[in-house]
């Protein structure tokens, strides 16, 4: 790995995910339909659902990044429009979350489906790397709303990859405090699974060549990474990806 461009990266202002504890995946009690016949290739990119990679410059949001990113794929997927939802919204109105100083994917998405809040289009709600005080809109308004989720710690568990190619992007959480160093190949080193501290998206995975990885959509702009993704070895909870691993449903 070689440095980049992202000088002014700082781990205090980035890797502000918290992590909840999730229950270990139960097959039988998760009402999640899991198949073993998944192809050995996939990516929702493929298929036209997933948006362009956002910034979230100095705003410490991945959390609401990688939830609002997640049900914009899912909503398109499902039958909806592929569309920019706000960020801003989720930043500003999780009251149970901290803005721009950190917050819980978890947390954004039950509030999202206790509340049954619609997203609104970011065009009307634009970020502005920072929080700010929540906009209300009706509930007569135009958005996307979550009607449920599912949050599992998949350790040790090979479903992750069905779960992911019949629900849509997961968003999860893992250790990317070597990641500002990161230009292009597979993440195999340089991560523990034990120090989860940034939200992201898994938006694909490939197990047809010698070492078999998952695709990442992350938040860092379009100048970042391996054409702005990432790409992290599947097998041995490498960066802890697969310890909070939530699924949308819209």
């Known amino acids: 790995m070689m440095a980049t461009n992202m000088s002014r990266f700082s781990s205090e202002r980035y890797l502000t995910a918290w992590a909840e504890t999730a229950s270990n995946f139960d097959p039988s009690r998760s009402g999640i339909q899991v198949k073993m016949n998944y192809p050995p290739k996939f990516d929702w990119r493929d298929y036209g659902f997933v948006g362009p990679v956002r910034n979230q410059e100095s705003c410490g949001g991945c959390w609401a990044f990688s939830v609002v990113e997640d049900i914009e794929t899912v909503s398109a997927k499902d039958g909806g429009k592929l569309q920019q939802l706000s960020v801003q919204q989720v930043i500003d109105c999780s ?144 960066c802890g990806i697969v310890d909070n691993v939530a699924a949308v449903f819209v």
């Open 95 to 238: 009251y149970e979350n901290q803005g721009c100083n950190g917050g819980s994917p978890v947390g954004a998405l039950d509030w999202l489906a206790q509340t049954e809040l619609k997203l609104v289009n970011e065009a009307e709600y634009p970020f502005k790397d920072e929080a700010g005080i929540c906009q209300y809109f009706p509930q007569s308004h135009a958005g996307v709303a979550v009607r449920n989720y599912s949050a599992y710690d998949f350790s040790g568990r090979e479903e992750v990859m069905s779960v992911l190619v019949e629900s849509g992007p997961l968003v999860v959480i893992v250790d990317a405090i070597s990641w500002q160093d990161y230009l292009g190949g597979i993440i195999q080193h340089h991560c523990s699974s034990h120090n989860a501290n940034h939200a992201i998206l898994i938006t694909g995975c490939d197990t047809t060549g010698k070492v078999p990885y998952w695709t990442v959509r992350n938040s860092w702009g379009t100048s970042w990474g391996d054409n702005r993704y990432a790409y992290i070895k599947i097998g041995n909870d490498r």
